[in-house]
Nanobody, 114 residues
């Protein structure tokens, strides 16, 4: 079972930037797909960015050009750099990992743009 711990959320003004991190543990293979989701109050959880199994990096249309997904395999860490933040980016952000046919979730980190 993969364990995920997110950090880096907080309060930022519109137009500002934040960087999120997700440290993963509990797996022994590089064959893991990871990404970020978010859920705003009263809304469904939605995908934000992910490294797909095909090797591509996928972004939600709403964040393209503003958010950048990256990873450091030596540190088992996934990053999400968020620039030009908007109030509508306010949500709980969750790290997710698909490994061995199962999806694991972190507890989330709150991002508030106001």
């Amino acid at each position: 079972h993969v364990q995920l711990v997110e950090s880096g959320g907080g309060l930022v003004q519109p137009g500002g930037s934040l960087g999120l991190s997700c440290v993963a543990s509990g797996y022994t293979s590089r064959r893991i797909c990871m990404g970020w989701f978010r859920q705003a109050p009263g809304k469904e959880r939605e995908g934000v960015a992910r490294f797909a199994s095909s090797g591509t990096t996928d972004y939600a249309d709403s964040v393209k050009g503003r958010f950048t997904l990256s990873k450091d395999n030596t540190k088992n860490t996934l990053y999400l750099q968020m620039n030009s933040l908007k109030p509508e980016d306010t949500a709980m952000y969750y790290c997710a990992a698909d490994f061995s046919g199962a999806r694991s979730w972190g507890l989330g980190t709150q991002v508030t743009v106001s």
